[in-house]
Structures are given as structure tokens and as C-alpha cells.
């Protein structure tokens, strides 16, 4: 996995130099990444707690580059110093996790941090369970997801109170936070925000939705493998059939 992103980097390093251009920092399109910032975006199941990013020959971890815990499903930026931006060594980058009671780190060893400067990396979990560093990929998303809308609305046509809504990436079994702050009768409708991170993150989404069906009985119907872009900027309305199932569409989209 390290030799993996190191390879990565170094590549890209010498397409620069082949091409005859000098490998100068450039801020990324996204979010306004400064000239000597790094942005970090989680799309792990746990949270960071601390990032450090320290010479490969040092010892010492120095001070925690970040002010706030970077939970899954958001991302932060952190700043270095010009002067460190301007050493002539190879950097290593830790990341500290920590997952209910669990504690632990991942390194990042040998990277060249004129690669990283002013660009959006994605920490993620592969199917074989270790962590991968990445570049935020600008067409992973599909078109520029800075044409999406961050948002959509959430209708209830079943004629149940919606109790609870969870969006939560395509094969994790955790459902994350409910994004509703209140019930959705029926008529109503609700707003559900994606934070920049999963707005950008190229994964497919299942969608939860809790219902009170009455007499103290939560129902629970989940959509599986769902393409957020279908509704972003409109409204998802969810129904039922004649006989009793649910289904979700955009509104107004026929069916």
C-alpha cells in the first residue's frame, strides 16, 4: 500500500519534469486549497484525531497539524510553513484513528511533499481492510461536482410519519446519523445536506428511511446501490405501491 502511493507520486513528479514544466505548487479547484495547505477527506468508518506530518528522518511527530477531530464523512485542511514546504526531504504522514474504544494510526512513509501541497487526498478503507491515500479525483464524481447542488428534498407520500432518514456509503453496515431533525408526515417534506466530502466521494449510496406504521411499530425499508446525482438540487419522493411496498423516484418524474 505505502509503495504503492510513493510509486504513485513519483510518477507524477516525473510527468511534470518530462513535459519541461517545474513541478510548482498549484491550488487545487476545490474548496480554495492554498499554496502551502493539504486537504484531508475521510471516507473511512471511524474518525481522525490527529494528523501529523513530520521528515522521513526524524523521529519526533511534532504538533497535531489539525484543531478539530475530522469524522467520517468530512474532511479538513491543514497548513505547513514555507520553510518546510522548501526543505530538500521526504516527508511521512500519520494519520491517528479512533473508532468507538480502538485507538490506532496509519503511515504514509517517503512522500514527496511538493506532490501534496495544495491538493485534496481521500483517506478510504480498500476491501481487503487496509487504508489507501489517494488524489480526490476531479472526474470520479462524473462531471465536475461543483455543478451539483449539495441538498434535496425528501417528500413523503406513504401516508406514515417518516421517523428516520440515513444515507451512509454502499456496503458499510453502519447507517452514520439520522438526517432528519424531525418527523415527515405525510405532505411533508424535509431538506438532507451532504457534506463536501460525500458530495465529492465516487461511491454509491443506500438510503434508510424508518417509518411509524402505528401502535408503537418502526418499519424500516432500505434502497440499496443509489445515485445521489438523480436528486441533487430536486426533490426525492417516496411512495407506495397499491400493494403496500415502497419506492423512491424523483419527484415529478413520472414512473
Not at 223 to 228: P, S
Amino acid at each position: 500500500m505505502k509503495r504503492f502511493f510513493r510509486t504513485f507520486l513519483s510518477l507524477a513528479l516525473i510527468l511534470v519534469l518530462l513535459t519541461g514544466m517545474c513541478p510548482a505548487v498549484q491550488a487545487s479547484s476545490y474548496n480554495n486549497v492554498g499554496q502551502y495547505e493539504i486537504y484531508i477527506a475521510n471516507i473511512t468508518t471511524a474518525s481522525i484525531t490527529e494528523i501529523y506530518l513530520f521528515p522521513s528522518y526524524s523521529s519526533s511527530l511534532g504538533q497535531p497539524r489539525n484543531k478539530e477531530w475530522i469524522y467520517t464523512g468530512s474532511g479538513a485542511t491543514f497548513s505547513v510553513t514555507r520553510l518546510e514546504a522548501q526543505r530538500d526531504c521526504l516527508w511521512n504522514l500519520q494519520l491517528n484513528f479512533k473508532q468507538g474504544w480502538h485507538a490506532y494510526y496509519y503511515r504514509w512513509e517517503d512522500l514527496d511533499l511538493s506532490a501534496l501541497l495544495g491538493e485534496m487526498l481521500v483517506v478510504e478503507v480498500l476491501e481487503n481492510g487496509d487504508y489507501n491515500l489517494r488524489y480526490m479525483d476531479d472526474d470520479e464524481y462524473g462531471d465536475d461536482p461543483a455543478n451539483y447542488a449539495n441538498y434535496f428534498n425528501v417528500l413523503n407520500d406513504t401516508g406514515y410519519p417518516i421517523t428516520e432518514i440515513y444515507i451512509y456509503k454502499n456496503g458499510s453496515s453502519r447507517w452514520g446519523s439520522v438526517r432528519n431533525s424531525r418527523r415527515v408526515y405525510d405532505g411533508n417534506q424535509t431538506t438532507v445536506k451532504l457534506t463536501s466530502t460525500e458530495l465529492y466521494s465516487s461511491f454509491t449510496w443506500n438510503i434508510r428511511i424508518g417509518f411509524d406504521v402505528g401502535k408503537r411499530t418502526w418499519s424500516y425499508v432500505e434502497w440499496e446501490d443509489v445515485d445521489l446525482r438523480d436528486y441533487l438540487g430536486g426533490t426525492m419522493m417516496v411512495s407506495r405501491y397499491s400493494d403496500g411496498g415502497y419506492y423512491i423516484k424523483p419527484y415529478n418524474s413520472g414512473f
